[in-house]
């Protein structure tokens, strides 16, 4: 058996590479960005190293922002949301180890490149952690044969090399669209294997990952009729499942109390660091634990829970927000009903 450990940079393809790769695909076929099946991934490499190959470790690093500019404090943290969904996803559903770097941005520095004025000063912390793992397994008696890695940047060559002069064999897997062209500037001397691209069609059509249809059931109290309903497998949470049907319903409004302009909606989704999105007519509406009353703490929410609110713009409108935004949120407890 040939032992073979995949490193991934996870960073580089989620930030950059998966992106390039979806734009270079023909948009008649792609309106939601390619992912990749990363239980496939393993195998897919596996056959195109030639076979007898079993992975023994699949690793994925990462790296999260700590020290953020205050401007940027609210768009990171939704980011850092749907990153920590990810990772999980990683761990849990396809058992990767995952190891986070600590980005540092010393509070100063713009997450965004429009926002800030020249490069970003920070050392991407992935590559070196990446590196140094590698070179931890390539140390140790018989733990690796081949060390697979999944990367677009050329920062990654001197841990080729230092990988071959220990007698271990390198092979790379990355994004011909999305890579840095110096990755392979001297690939004779670096891989054992001729490149794998993940954007080859054939390749391509292996490792991407399709959405797996699962039956759950609408938990909604406005449901009508069976409550079993198709959805995308993976993407909703079980305990408070809502179908798209009871999603868009607006519930009536609430009488006795409605103020000018007042509008009724039910909350989409909370996020513990302080904000939430309310669903309206089938759209979302951005709102903030201050928009919420004095004695309102925002994890008293729940999904599905009926609010009004004022609505201040709708999506695309107005300011920074993609997305609509709500002010006046006020809950409709039960009692009030
Ligand atoms: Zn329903």
Redesign the pocket.
Known sequence: MIRAMLFVDGRWLDTWGLRRLTQSLPSSERRTPFQIDFDALPEVVAAELGGGVEFVRKMFFSSTPVNLHPGDVRSAKEKIDRNEQRFAELRNRFRYEVSISLADYRGEIRMRKEDRKGPLPIPNPVPMALGAEAMFYAAMPSALDVAVFLVGDEVYRPTFRALRRMGKRVALATIREGRDPRLLADASETLDWKPIFIDNADVLDKVELRPRRALME???P???GD?S?WVIEGLEEPSNF??????SVSPPSVEGKSREGELAGTVSRIFRHGYGFILFEGKEYFFHASDLPPNTELFTLKENDRVTFRLESRPGQGGDHKRGRARDVTPVRAETR
């Open positions: 609408c938990l909604s406005l449901h009508r409550r309903v809502c179908c798209s049907d009871c999603r």
